[in-house]
Nanobody, 125 residues
């Protein structure tokens, strides 16, 4: 089992950058596929990005491709999301998620077993 704690959210102007972190407990972090999802008020939770257990396979939602970069440091049990060129439509609560898997990580929320509590990202005009 793994516990996830996100950090790094905040208020930023459009065009700015933020780096989210997700700290994971447990000794098996390196065997988990990890992902970031987000949920804006009144909207469904949506996929942002996912990374395989060794970081060799990555997926991005079309809406963030070229602006966001997912990465992980298995030695530090930490997942990251570097967000550049932020837009007001990126405003949401961002969640990290995990599932024990050696496969290509997918973009479906129901595929992930563990979730963090979320961190708010607000992008102002």
């Amino acid at each position: 089992q793994v516990q996830l704690v996100e950090s790094g959210g905040g208020l930023v102007q459009a065009g700015g950058s933020l780096r989210l972190s997700c700290a994971a407990s447990g000794r098996t972090f390196s065997t988990y596929a990890m992902a970031w999802f987000r949920q804006a008020p009144g909207k469904e939770r949506e996929f942002v990005s996912a990374i395989s257990w060794r970081g060799l396979r990555i997926r991005y939602a079309d809406s963030v491709k070229g602006r966001f970069t997912i990465s992980r440091d298995n030695a530090k049990n930490t997942l990251y999301l570097q967000m550049n060129s932020l837009k007001p439509e990126d405003t949401a609560v961002y969640y990290c998620a995990a599932v024990p898997s050696y496969d290509m990580p997918d973009s479906y929320a129901q595929s992930y077993d563990y979730w963090g509590q979320g961190t708010q990202v607000t992008v102002s005009i």
